[in-house]
């Protein structure tokens, strides 16, 4: 990165690219770092610069102008839960591997299919791959003990594919007697975006979902997934 900076190496090299694109991020070297460095900001800074110089393949950028748009991540979503509850995620799995240049979107077809489930719920049964279909958590308030409000951040892939999760994530805390509150028009958390180097995609979808919580008057914003951790 400090190569690119002073100008000894080519943002669009190989060199440069290819070490980008292998990092994890997980940022493990930061809490040992003597001098203190915030390796996960340069590390986005850096994508941002690798995605400008070599802009990346149709299907990611495709795939980040989905996930910035409500109504197209619901439609990407409605589908993806379709092919869960049918089983045909694990089929097409199959079938792809078959297939030359079609690993990307095999990956993506066997997390979905892994994310499939089927549990006994009382006296019924869950179907398989099967979401509650409300926007929001029904919960039967408990006595309020002055923790505060509290409005959870659902995120897309999250709230897409892991509902329950979030659904569980507000009956736990108004269990314990907090205030939860619906945070409407909510947004992405972006840390998509922010990982592939769509910055400014990333900071717009962080301000839409600051106006949303500032309009839900909450104390506390609580999150279900580690990695809106990125974002927050």
């Not at 495709?62 to 619901?74: C, F, I, K, N």
């Not at 097409?92 to 079609?102: E, N, Y």
């Not at 922010?194 to 839900?216: D, M, Q, S, V």
Request: hydrophobic letters at 45%; one cysteine or more; glycine letters at 10%.
């Amino acid at each position: 990165m400090q190569a690119v900076v002073e100008g000894r190496l080519d943002p669009e090299s190989d060199a440069f690219q290819v070490h980008i694109d292998r990092c994890l991020g997980c940022r493990a070297c930061e809490p040992v770092c003597p001098s203190g460095v915030e390796y996960g900001t340069l590390l986005e800074l850096a994508r941002e610069t690798s995605s400008n110089a070599r802009p990346p393949d149709p299907l990611t950028r495709g795939l980040l102008r989905v996930m910035a748009s409500r109504m197209l991540r619901e439609i990407l979503f409605l589908g993806g839960r379709a092919l869960r509850v049918m089983g045909l995620a694990s089929a097409m799995v199959s079938v792809l591997g078959r297939i030359r240049f079609a690993g990307k979107l095999r990956f993506a077809l066997a997390m979905l299919s892994a994310t499939r489930r089927s549990v006994r719920l009382g006296q019924g049964i869950m179907a398989a791959g099967m979401e509650p279909q409300d926007t929001e958590t029904k919960i039967t308030h408990a006595p309020r003990v002055g923790v505060g409000s509290v409005g959870i951040l659902r995120g897309c892939v999250q709230d897409g594919l892991y509902r329950r999760v979030n659904d569980a994530t507000a009956r736990t805390l108004d269990v314990n007697g907090y205030d939860v509150r619906a945070v409407t028009r909510q947004d992405c958390c972006g840390a998509l975006h922010a990982h592939g180097g769509a910055l400014t995609a990333a900071r717009n979808l962080a301000t839409r979902n600051i106006k949303a919580f500032e309009r839900a008057g909450v104390d506390w914003v609580v999150v279900s997934a580690a990695g809106f951790g990125a974002t927050m």
